[in-house]
């Protein structure tokens, strides 16, 4: 089962995308801002971390660049979601390391294309640089 972390300030948010992913297979753990977040994952492996761009304290993008300069998250894969999606937000999401950006409210198969895509990703990479 793969292990995924849902960074989302909103309870009802964080409900329904536990949810859904849960009915396909995923086994999800919560935080409710970057903070927390980056301690989780500096503890538990996750396969991928779904983050919310709008939080208090430390924004989605923080996080993604926190994410970045630790050894045990750097090639963690991480989507950024928002309900503020602009170019500028993209390009800066995209250098920062996110895999993909969706907008809010997301297409739920959207999503779980991008998942089931993004720890595809990151399990090939594992074994490229395992070779």
Do not use: W
């Amino acid at each position: 089962m793969k292990h995924l972390l849902i960074v989302e300030d909103d309870p009802d948010h964080r409900l329904i995308l536990r949810t859904m992913l849960e009915a396909e297979g995923y086994e999800c753990d919560e935080a409710m801002d970057g903070e927390r977040a980056l301690s989780m994952v500096m503890t538990d492996e996750v396969a991928l971390v779904l983050i919310d761009l709008n939080m208090p304290g430390m924004n989605g993008l923080q996080l993604i660049d926190e994410m970045q300069t630790l050894a045990c998250t750097r090639n963690t894969p991480v989507i950024l979601l928002t309900s503020q999606f602009t170019e500028d937000i993209s390009v800066k999401a995209y250098a920062s390391g996110a895999r993909a950006i969706l907008s809010k409210p997301y297409d739920f198969s959207k999503l779980l294309l991008e998942v089931n895509g993004a720890i595809g990703q990151s399990k090939a990479a594992m074994l490229t640089s395992m070779a």
